[in-house]
């Protein structure tokens, strides 16, 4: 049982540094996982700001410009939401939400341009 509660206090670290850095934008709507290793933020107030028009083309877009890879909502029968695991490496996941936050922030300035 050891490894497993090894693991276990890995993925609250994990899951509390991801929620952490979501959290330097409140757009990203996270509510604390209890028995998962990845997040579902609600995003329709960033997908607002950056008239982007779902979670689908938010993660098609992320995923082409930005290199990084998620899971739609849509896919999961919740528009407006994202599926980001956390079951990879703290550096990793630093890496990945730097590069979401700066998408997010990229887009907003094209979508306030474009208004």
């Known amino acids: 049982q050891e490894p497993v509660g090894a ?5 609250k670290k994990r899951r ?10 409140p757009r ?4 604390k996982p209890r028995g998962a290793f990845y997040l579902f933020p609600r995003i ?4 607002e700001a950056t008239g982007i028009p779902t ?9 082409d410009e930005a290199r990084v890879a998620l899971a739609a909502g849509e896919g999961f029968d919740a528009p407006g939401f994202l ?4 079951a990879t490496s703290l550096d990793r996941l630093r890496e990945g939400a730097t590069r979401i936050l700066e998408f997010v ?10 208004r």
């Open 83 to 86: 599926r980001i695991s956390y």
């Open 55 to 63: 979670t689908g083309d938010f993660s098609q877009m992320l995923l």
């Open 105 to 114: 922030k990229k887009h907003e300035r094209q979508g306030a341009a474009a």
């Open 28 to 31: 990203f709507e996270c509510v």
């Open 16 to 25: 509390d540094a991801l929620m952490g850095w979501f959290s330097e934008d």
């Open 44 to 47: 329709t107030k960033v997908l």
């Open 7 to 11: 693991m276990l206090s890995e993925y």
